[in-house]
Structure formats: structure tokens, C-alpha cells
């Protein structure tokens, strides 16, 4: 078999997006040893994600960096994901208006809008 590329392919924005939403953590150790003798240790640790997955998971922001607890609080707030375009969105507003991404709309908004 040989590899073919789709046309349908992801772009950047699916790409970064991902990484935002999902995160991603690089651990590194390098040391530079002569005859048994460590002359230079480095111990890396870089993370990429947004805010709210980093909230999510637990990592600790530099204590330096000014976070707005409003920020804080809604990047902690119950989150729930999109059945139709797995998109992450505040609980209530896709059970009160729906997917605010793709326009998917929740059984309890079709029935208040049947109703009408």
C-alpha cells in the first residue's frame, strides 16, 4: 500500500484547536555526563493547553501571572461536549440554547419550541 494524502484534509485551526482542548505535556532530562561525573542536569517541563484544560487537570500557573478570578472561576465551571461536533461549551448554554459551534439543539429546546 502506499500513503496517499486526502483532500479533505485538517487544517491549522483543527490542529491548534485540538492541542488547546486536549493539551499537551513535553518532559525532558538532559544531562551532560564526563566519566561517570554529571557536569550539567536540565529538567524541562512544558506544557500547552488553554486555560480551562489546564485548570481542568490541575496545573499550577506561574505565581506571577495575573489571572482575573472570574477567568479562573468560569475556565473551572461545569463544561459539557457537544454530541454533534464534540466541541466543548458551558453545560447550561447547551441545555438552554444549544451548541453555540455547529447549532446543534437539545431535546429540552425542541420541546420548548414546539410548544410555542
Not at 496517499?4 to 486536549?22: A, N
Not at 496545573?59 to 454530541?83: R, S, Y
Not at 448554554?93 to 447549532?103: A, D, K, N, R
Request: include cysteine; hydrophobic fraction near 40%.
Amino acid at each position: 500500500m502506499v500513503p496517499t494524502k486526502s483532500t479533505g484534509g485538517v487544517s491549522l485551526l483543527d490542529v491548534v484547536d485540538r492541542i488547546l482542548d486536549k493539551g499537551i505535556v513535553i518532559n525532558a532530562d538532559i544531562s551532560v555526563t564526563l566519566v561517570g561525573v554529571e557536569l550539567l542536569g536540565i529538567k524541562l517541563r512544558a506544557t500547552i493547553a488553554s486555560f480551562e484544560t489546564a485548570a481542568k487537570y490541575g496545573v499550577q500557573f506561574p505565581f506571577d501571572l495575573q489571572m482575573n478570578e472570574k477567568l479562573l472561576k468560569e475556565a473551572k465551571e461545569d463544561k459539557e461536549t457537544c454530541p454533534r461536533c464534540n466541541k466543548v461549551s458551558a453545560k447550561e448554554e447547551l441545555l438552554t440554547t444549544g451548541c453555540p459551534w455547529c447549532g446543534w439543539v437539545s431535546a429540552k429546546v425542541l420541546q420548548v419550541l414546539s410548544e410555542r
